[in-house]
């Protein structure tokens, strides 16, 4: 007979897993409808969170989990 404990952990340095960046919304010419030719395609013409990362991965298993810890004690005979 004998007791066997067992410590596990999971993403222990808990690094964050960005999620795509955002699309944002066109800010598009008035008139026509899109943007001109040779108008810079910038930050503020594509909408304010044009490539932004706003928020992480959230999973329960796998790349984006939180960091977990799981303890065991079992007894042999």
Avoid: H, K, W
């Avoid at 008035?30 to 909408?47: E, K, N, R, V, W």
Wanted: hydrophobic share 40%; glycine share 12%; aromatic share 12%.
């Amino acid at each position: 007979m004998n007791f066997e404990f067992r410590a596990e952990c999971y993403n222990i340095l808990n690094s964050a897993v960005f999620a795509a960046p955002g699309g944002g919304t066109p800010r598009l010419n008035d008139a026509t409808g899109i943007l001109q030719p040779g108008q810079a395609y910038t930050q503020s013409a594509a909408g304010g969170t044009f490539g932004a990362l706003t928020s992480t991965v959230s999973n329960q298993v796998g790349l984006g989990t939180n960091r977990q810890f799981q303890l065991a004690l079992r007894f042999n005979f």
